[in-house]
């Protein structure tokens, strides 16, 4: 997963790039159409499109016919159990083609996430950085510990240690706009580097460092993953969330994404002569 990680990072980064000083909404619309696109290609191809087309014949037939003898009772179970029994055999015809599509979707969504669920700090912004640490790394005793930061950034507490949780925190000042990478070196082990961003602009941002275990890759994309020998589980910098304008509401992004995605599907089925 990293590795996948590691080739969509500069990928995304590079599409994105020019909408980055847009409303979020722009491009969030768009990467939509372009799912929305390819979501019907990938269906088109592995469903099978004749036999889903008379599922749902069979299904208006059902309807119609409930409407036809709307005062046979008998009739109209007949025609419910038809319906309910050709919808089961629809969602059947679906699932094939959700296992080519759903990964790739899931992976967009991933990447998306650390552009769009989260606002760059600002100068004169505070943000409070963590550290947990694996629980033999922090058994109690306090570690040893050095954070290095560069120009821009500035630590306003000393570490602070809590031994139940294993973790160190501090409180940073962001003082200008910048790129960084803040270090840390701990009880002796090699440094490890954690991004933090300072920008009004709609970029990728990453609120926490994790391992290189599957699930954490997946969840957490935006940066590579910690040693695995390193003494820290997680780092974390608390970013604030983002909230997108749609219509004058305030939501999160993944709303309006997945929202659109599914408009966008049904409204170009004909278009790409998709049976759904």
Known sequence: MSLVNAVLRPVFDFLLAPFAALPPMVPIALVSLLVSILMLLVFK???NQPAMARVK???HAGIFEIRLFNDDLGAILRAQNRILRANLT????????????LPPVVLVM???????????????????????LARQAGSGERPQVRLDL????????????????SQLLWRLLAERDGDYELGLEIDG???????????PKAVRLSPERVDSGFLSQLLYPAEPPLPASSP???????YPEREVSVLGYRMYW???FLVLSIVFAFALRGVFKVTI
Do not use: C
């Open 110 to 132: 991933a990447q998306l996430q650390f552009h769009y669920a989260y606002e760059g700090l600002r100068p004169g912004q505070r943000a409070l950085l963590e550290v947990d």
């Open 150 to 165: 560069p120009a821009g950034l500035r630590a306003e507490t000393g570490a602070v240690w809590i031994p139940g949780e």
């Open 254 to 256: 993944m709303i309006p």
């Open 90 to 101: 629809y969602l059947r015809h679906t699932l094939w083609p959700m296992v080519f599509i």
């Open 45 to 47: 191809r592995t469903s």
């Open 189 to 199: 082990a090699p440094r490890i580097s954690k991004t933090v961003r300072v920008t």
């Open 232 to 238: 820290v589980r997680a780092i974390r910098i608390s």
């Open 57 to 59: 014949q069979r299904i």
